[in-house]
């Protein structure tokens, strides 16, 4: 007995690393892709920032921080205060989806007005990957219950904000992808990680990986294809002028 207590708590303090670990590497990669236009901007001459960049800006600073303390505290065997902090970190999360939206159409509007050429993805793939972000961390709130899926879906989640840190490291790199294609690629393979995970650790996937995942990918092909509609594109162009 106590031989099998102790594998199942070693494995419990290896699942708990491994999502302390990707929290960590999400967060550093958020701080790469952002720091020449908005961490760093001032080493790097970055352009001036709106003050809704700025709050949008800190808003995801804050939830990539609470993301990382979160999974931090679980790895520390401190659920109590898990909780307390994650009914914070959920009016975070509601406060995220709005102003992101806001956001990505407001920028572009107000490039428009200046006559500036379009820049950052096309709309479709900003309010996609928020939109992807409030189902999956809208679901896994929804089982907190349980830790299994919460953990999982709440990875997914945030890794779909990350589409458009990792689309700045892609241009940054060189790699032979435009941007957009490049973030989603980046998360995919952040995603596939998850998934040798759990096959590495169960020998199969969670139903959580399974499924979310499924959605994540799912989201991403959809951004894709409704990007190339024209009625997407007039819609678009009716909302950035």
Do not use: C
């Amino acid at each position: 007995m106590a031989t099998i207590a102790g594998r199942v708590g070693g494995r419990l303090v290896a699942e708990r690393r491994f999502f302390l670990g990707m929290a960590a590497a999400m967060a550093v990669l958020t701080f790469i892709g952002f720091a020449p236009s908005y961490y760093l901007s001032t080493i790097f001459a970055g352009p001036r920032l709106s003050l809704l960049v700025h709050v949008h800006g800190a808003i995801f600073t804050l939830w990539m921080l609470l993301y990382v303390v979160q999974t931090g505290l679980i790895s520390a065997g401190r659920t109590d205060v898990h909780r307390i902090v994650g009914s914070a970190a959920v009016l975070v999360a509601v406060a995220m989806v709005p102003l992101g939206i806001a956001t990505a159409i407001i920028t572009k509007q107000a490039a428009a007005a200046a006559h500036l050429p379009p820049s950052g993805p096309p709309l479709a793939f900003p309010l996609g990957a928020v939109l992807t972000f409030a189902v999956l961390t809208g679901w896994a709130v929804a089982m907190r219950r349980r830790a299994a899926w919460h953990k999982r879906l709440m990875l997914l989640g945030t890794l779909a904000l990350l589409t458009t840190p990792l689309a700045r490291v892609t241009r940054m790199s060189h790699l032979p992808l435009t941007p957009p294609l490049g973030g989603m690629v980046l998360t995919d393979l952040l995603l596939l990680v998850l998934v040798a995970y759990d096959l590495r650790t169960t020998g199969k996937l969670h139903a959580a990986t399974k499924w979310g995942g499924a959605f994540f990918l799912l989201t991403q092909v959809i951004r894709i294809v409704l990007n190339m509609t024209p009625a997407w594109q007039a819609f678009a162009k009716s909302l950035t002028g």
